[in-house]
């Protein structure tokens, strides 16, 4: 983990589902009370260029689930 200014932590956590997971509950367990997550979402759509920013109002789960997003993060 990292400290960053203002008082922020960042993990770096690599790629997958179970990485992910290990480092958010690291954040969390180190008191952080906001996750923000970032990736790539290449080939998404032909419509999109490198560096557009996708700002969802909800995301699909690999299970199928779908879980709220906080709009007021956007």
């Avoid at 952080?32 to 700002?55: F, I, K, N, R």
């Amino acid at each position: 983990m990292h400290d960053l200014t203002g008082g922020a932590r960042l993990a770096l956590s690599g790629l997958g589902a179970a990485r992910a997971e290990t480092a958010a509950r690291a954040l969390v367990a180190d008191g952080v009370d906001g996750l923000v997550s970032w990736g790539c979402a290449s080939a998404l759509v032909p419509a999109l260029a490198v560096g557009d920013l996708l700002l969802p109002r909800e995301i699909v789960t690999a299970a199928g689930p779908r879980l709220a997003v906080d709009a007021e993060w956007h």
